[in-house]
């Protein structure tokens, strides 16, 4: 097992389980885990996504940690989010997509992580609400499943290019460096009527490979936008018919510029 797993798997058994038998090791267990507070760094930032399926939880911390979140509908939680970073080791910024979500529903919530010092931390039981169901529910998201025809590049597998046509919050495509030269191109497979579309846009911890604004060409002629992307994918009403779509930034952040997502709506 290489040593970015190990980490993970690690955190996941001390977050979610009972005592662990760490102590041993100099880690402490959760009966003693110190408050999260102690480390944390700013507010605690959770960005519900439109259509209520996902939300993002930020918060920075004073030393380099590894961190998860532990949620559910009820105090019980159930479901475990860690870091969105690609790397899976400690630092100081942290995002983690809680998915799996009802529109307009409370859900509990309790952030942990274990530190560079070997200590546990751990924050109260809090709550949050999630967005309402999409302005787009008479439509269909039409790209979940379309075939990728083309990406300006590919950090590694694991960040393909099919992430952002899956249908999954928790996977990304995320380009090589590309920043504002990156694109994905997928084919819907017939000439659809578009309502709208939407990037949602990946995040680095450093501020970097986030999409301001994104346009989308169609069937390698006409270009609209730009219209801004953003974490929540907030869909921005079109209208217009085509089969092949090139979604490309048009501003971003730098770096590894990417996709958790991107979405085409239609109503026929």
């Excluded at 630092?91 to 809680?98: C, G, K, L, S, T």
């Excluded at 309402?132 to 083309?150: C, K, L, P, Y």
């Excluded at 899956?166 to 659809?192: F, M, N």
Aim: hydrophobic share 40%; net charge negative.
């Amino acid at each position: 097992m290489n040593r970015p797993i190990l980490i993970l798997v690690v955190v996941a058994v001390l977050l979610v389980g009972g005592v662990i038998g760490f102590a041993a090791r100099g880690i402490r267990t959760p009966d003693s885990a110190m408050p999260f507070t102690a480390i944390q760094a700013g507010q605690v930032v959770i960005s519900p996504e439109v259509g209520g399926k996902t939300a993002t939880l930020q918060v920075s911390t004073t030393i380099d940690a590894v961190c998860a979140v532990a949620y559910g509908e009820t105090p019980d939680l159930g479901a475990l989010a860690t870091d969105q970073d690609m790397s899976a080791g400690p630092h100081d910024r942290h995002a983690a997509v809680m998915r799996g979500l009802k529109p307009d529903t409370t859900y509990f919530y309790r952030l942990q992580g274990v530190g560079v010092d070997g200590r546990l931390y751990q924050s109260p039981l809090l709550t949050f609400k999630t967005a309402a169901a999409s302005t787009q529910s008479s439509s269909q998201n039409i790209a979940a499943g379309a075939r990728v025809v083309e990406v300006s590049s590919e950090f590694s597998q694991s960040f393909a290019g099919r992430n952002a046509v899956d249908g999954d919050g928790g996977t990304e495509w995320s380009s090589r460096g590309d920043g504002d030269r990156a694109y994905i191109t997928i084919d819907l497979g017939r000439p659809r009527n578009i309502t709208g579309v939407a990037f949602i846009t990946r995040a680095m911890s450093d501020g970097t490979a986030i999409t301001r604004s994104f346009t989308v060409t169609v069937d390698g002629k006409d270009t609209y936008g730009p219209f801004p992307a953003s974490p929540q994918g907030e869909p921005a009403q079109v209208s217009f018919t085509g089969q092949v779509l090139r979604f490309s930034v048009a501003e971003s952040t730098g770096g590894n510029t990417g996709a958790v997502e991107v979405e085409v709506y239609s109503n026929d």
